[in-house]
């Protein structure tokens, strides 16, 4: 009998371990400070821990000690590392968080950064310090200087509960930021009174799922710079909170929709009174008819939609596009399937520096008056498959340094006036495969330094014999993963 009790005993803490495993999510340090808390001691305490957990105690306080080893990591940190790791908890766990998100809300809220690369070096020094995995899921997008479309963060959840706690730490009203997560219609009791807290946070980040009504209380959030909404929900349209409407200090929005279906956005009209707000980023929602709401938005610099429905607002005829969006510099669409073709009043955009689309395979042609875009200096047109071709006005872009066509795959030339983007130095052309010859005009192209394409096209630039001319040709396969 005794044997036999060995044996159980053997087989019910191996299930033990397997259960412990399975509550750390595999994360590393946390399996360390709880094997080290629970060696040597009976399988009842194991247990016991176990059932604290599935009663909803966080491992963090269970007493192992890895709350204070996370702690003593993050009290090493400097400052700003320490408040950008904290302004991670504002997205949901076990979601990518797009760095390009990041590098929006860390420009407004500590230092503007131009092409990310603060942003980017916080990444970096967290990641090192095992704080978050930083993951490029297509590094060949990444060559283009200041492009970081498909880098994301992925945070364990053991860490995003940690930041969310740091950042609770302080009374509601002291908070630099302000984390809530609704299950259903489950509101705090302070949302729904009647005389709510002096909230001074400059991070507001709500999430709700797919239950929440979008019956929206009111908030007084003043000093609100940057607001992230995650939402899920099942209805057909997502309704922006009236509240934004006195968010005077707002200066990034990120709206992302976690749901399955594409939700058009409603009361799209708060955006008007936003006069500080200066990047906007939108996610899998459909942007309602822009000519019915007239929205103006001032001080605007930037605008990213991502896999959005746009269509009928970009087609819009009696949009007065420099009227309501005056100081735009910046438009980054990707992976907007339903975008037919950009439309004419987008070369009126003239304080435009930077105009990427991404991923977008409908559009065959580009708008004649591209060459208005005088001060454009990035054009990324990248798998855009089905364009045929650049206007010839691209000829007028005198300030263009950037210009990426990668991918897309029946272009089949390049324009006359090629040889008059008289600034260009970087020219990036991967699998353009129906590319047959390059204009003359190539060769007064004096300032251009690097083409990047491959071995095909490389062979019909080192016929125009160019000095100073780098050519990377080196086989870039991250366009199958």
Known sequence: ?????????????EFEIHQIVKRCGGFPLALQVVARSLCGLPVEIWK???????EGQSILESGAGLLDCLQSSLASLKDKLKECFMDLGSFPEDKKIPVTALIDMWAELYKPDKNGVHAISRLIELSLQS?????????????????????????????????????????????????????GNELPDWWTEEKQPCIRARLLSIST??????????????????????????ENNYTLPEFMKRMDKLKVLVLTNYGFSIPELTNFSVLGSLSSLKRIRLERVSIPALCNTMVELKN???????????????????????????NLKEINIDSCNDLVGLPEWLCDLVQLRKLSISNCHKPSTLPEGMGRLGNLEVLRLHACTKLLGLPDSIGGLHKLTVLDITGCLRMTKLP??????????KL??????????LPPSIMDLKQLEKVICDTE??????????????????VDLDWLR
């Open 209 to 234: 799922d797919e239950m929440f009504s979008s019956s929206w209380c009111d908030m007084q959030v003043p000093e609100v710079e940057v607001l992230i909404l995650n939402f899920q929900t099942r």
């Open 457 to 474: 096209t490389a062979e019909l630039w080192e016929e125009h014999h160019f000095t100073n001319l780098k050519i990377d040709d080196t």
């Open 428 to 437: 990036y052309m991967r699998r353009c495969s129906g590319l047959r010859e």
């Open 131 to 183: 704080l978050l995995n930083l993951v490029v899921t297509r590094k060949g997008a990444t060559e283009v200087e200041g492009c970081y479309d498909d880098a994301f963060v992925l945070q364990h959840d053991l860490l995003r509960e940690l930041a969310i706690r740091q950042s609770s730490q302080e009374p509601m009203e002291e908070r630099k930021r302000l984390i809530l997560d609704f299950s």
């Open 48 to 54: 016991s821990r176990l059932l604290e957990w599935s």
């Open 1 to 13: 009998m005794d044997d036999g009790g060995s044996v159980l005993t053997v087989v019910e803490d």
């Open 416 to 425: 006359k006036q090629m040889g008059k983007l008289c600034s260009l130095r």
């Open 300 to 326: 605007l610099e930037k605008i990213t939609l991502v896999m959005c429905k746009i269509n009928q607002a970009f087609n819009s005829s009696a949009i007065q596009m420099p009227v309501m969006l005056p």
